[in-house]
C-alpha cells in the first residue's frame, strides 16, 4: 500500500512503537513516521507507507500545533513533569505577569535543545548522554513560534495553545518561560493537534486503524500521496509522451496538458536548488507520477519527486 495514515498516538506508545505495530497491522515494512513524539505526549503522528515515505522529510519541515499545560515552580531535568525534580520555587505571580511572559516568546528565538531529546552530538543521541550522567554543550538553534495562545491560567498551571516552526520544543518552552519568570516551569502534558496538514479530529488510535484491517477496509484510512500538493497547479501527461515520464526524464512543456496557467505564480525558496514553480503530474488514466519544477529559462520541468514505484 502507498499513502499516509493519520494516527492518533496514545500516551505510552514511541513514535517507533507506532511503527512497528503498524508493520503488523498493515503487514507491510516499508511504514515511516513524519516526526517524533514523545512517548507521553499524545496526538497527531503521519505514517506513511510505501511509496509515501519519500515525503517523510516534507512531512517533518510542516508547521505543527499543539495543546500543553505549563506547571510553574518546578524545573526537571527532562523539561517535563516525568523527570527528576531539580528546584521548586513558590510561584508569587499575577495571572498578566506570566501573560506577558509566554507571549514574550511569539516570534523567532534561540531555543537551546533538552538533553533528553533525538538529536546528536559527534554521533551521539543526547538523551543516552544523559541517561548516562552527561551533559554536553548545545548550540541554540532558531525557532518560531507563530502563535501562542493562553487558553487558561490557574495558578501554578497555565494551559496554552502553540503553533510553532519544525524543531521546536514544547518543553524546553515551558522551562524557558518559567526561567524568565524566575520561578522555573516544566511541561506537564502535551497533545499534538496538527502536523501540516494532518488535524487531531481525523486522526485514528492503532485500535481502530487494526479494525479496519481485520474488516478489510485498511485502505478507507489510507491518504494518497498527492493530496499532499493539492495547492500546485496540475498536469496530465500527453499520451505520446507516457513512457518518457514513467522513465523519470525531464518533460517539456508541450508534453503537457497544464489545467490552469503558470503566470504570475511565486516561485518561493526552494532548498533543494530544484527551480521554481512546482506542478504534479499525472499519467492519461491518473496516476499520480509525481512533483517537477521548471527549470530557469522556461519550458522543461525537471522531477523533483516521483512516486512511480517501488524503484522509482
Known sequence: MDGILNVYKEPGFTSHDVVAKLRGICKQKKIGHTGTLDPDASGVLPVCLGNATKVCGLLTDKQKEYRTVLLLGRTTDTQDVTGKTLE?????????????????????????????????????????LARAGRE??????????????????????????????KGTYIRTLCHDIGQKLGCGGTMESLVRTRSGAFSIETARKLSEIQALADAGKLEEALIPVDTLFADLPKATVRTEWVRLAENGNPLRAESLVLEEPLLDRPTGKQEDGQGGTRIRIYGPQGRFYGIYALQNGGGLFSPVKLFLGKDS
Not at 505571580?93 to 537551546?112: C, H, M, P, T
Not at 548545545?138 to 498551571?157: F, G, M, N, Q, Y
Open 88 to 128: 521548586e520555587k513558590p510561584v508569587i505571580l499575577r495571572e498578566e505577569e506570566v501573560r506577558k511572559a509566554a507571549l514574550s516568546f511569539v516570534g523567532e528565538y534561540d531555543q537551546v535543545p533538552p538533553m533528553y531529546s533525538a538529536l546528536k552530538v559527534n554521533g551521539k543521541k543526547l538523551c543516552d
Open 136 to 165: 554536553v554543550e548545545r548550540a541554540s538553534r532558531k525557532v518560531t513560534i507563530l502563535s501562542l495562545e493562553i487558553e487558561k491560567i490557574d495558578l501554578p498551571r497555565v494551559w496554552m495553545k502553540v503553533a510553532c516552526s
